[in-house]
């Protein structure tokens, strides 16, 4: 057996160490297929200037990205994505969201919404820290 520690990994990189996992987890886990989640913010062209992007994946949707721009900031535009996500989620059989925020991001809206820190990591960067947050949906 050798080590090597890889200075530039490639897309190949990552393959070789996803599929004896991907193998392990068809074992124990329910199916991992990857449903992509894109809810876009048009200007009046039609050009994306923000949205939201996530995943779901085994029974939970992962906010991964939500980006408003500065100018429609304060109008309930992050409100409406994040509920047109779970809304999405909640049809597609999903029993919660999760996502992580920084302490200089959006932690206060989050928790706004129902969600609740289910973890951290002090000093994510320095000086700061990284929020884990969760919201389960209710049994309709």
Request: with cysteine; proline share 4%.
């Amino acid at each position: 057996m050798e080590l090597e520690i890889v200075q530039e990994p490639t897309a190949e990189d990552r393959a070789a160490i996803l599929a004896p996992l991907v193998a392990y987890n068809r074992q124990h886990a329910p199916s991992a297929e990857t449903q992509m989640v894109a809810i876009l913010i048009r200007n009046d062209a039609g050009e994306a200037i923000g949205g939201l992007w996530g995943k779901i994946l085994m029974d939970w949707l992962f906010i991964e990205l939500l980006a408003v721009p500065d100018s429609l900031r304060g109008q309930g535009t992050g409100s409406k994505l994040v509920a047109a996500a779970e809304k999405l989620a909640i049809e597609r059989g999903c029993v919660g969201s999760w996502l992580d925020t920084f302490a200089f991001q959006a932690r206060p809206f989050y928790e706004r919404l129902g969600y609740t820190v289910f973890g951290d990591i002090a000093d994510h960067p320095r000086g700061s820290a990284r929020y884990f947050l969760s919201k389960r949906f209710e049994a309709s």
